[in-house]
């Protein structure tokens, strides 16, 4: 059975940094985007940033230039470096990772981690 784990979430100030990791345990293969979503309390949630298997990256317009998702194939692990963190950055953390369209485009969601900026 297929988990994804998300990792590095804390509490940073202001300006600060951080980088989420999400590795995926048991057998997986075929993984064409993986994503960051967040949501943060009483708003829907969002995509952050997508990158696909050839590497073509996206981000929310709130993100850009601050935020850069990249991935490792071989570990079938996405992450996030989040720099110049701001308070409304606050928010739980998804990474999503969806299959090709031979395997019905089948996505996985990880568990969430916390990320709060705060003074």
């Known amino acids: 059975q297929v988990q994804l784990v998300e990792s590095g979430g804390g509490l940073v100030q202001p300006g600060g940094s951080l980088r989420l990791s999400c590795a995926a345990s048991?057998?997986?293969?075929?993984?064409?985007?993986m994503d960051w979503y967040r949501q943060a309390p009483g708003k829907q949630r969002e995509l952050v940033a997508s990158?696909?298997?050839?590497?073509?990256?996206n981000y929310a317009d709130s993100v850009k230039g601050r935020f850069t998702i990249s991935r490792d194939n071989a570990k079938n692990t996405v992450y996030l470096q989040m720099n110049s963190l701001k308070p409304e950055d606050t928010a739980v953390y998804y990474c999503k990772y969806t299959l090709g369209p031979t395997q019905r485009f089948k996505a996985y969601w990880g568990q969430g981690t916390q990320v709060t900026v705060s003074s």
């Open positions: 048991g057998s997986i293969f075929g993984i064409y985007g």
């Open positions: 990158i696909t298997s050839g590497s073509s990256t």
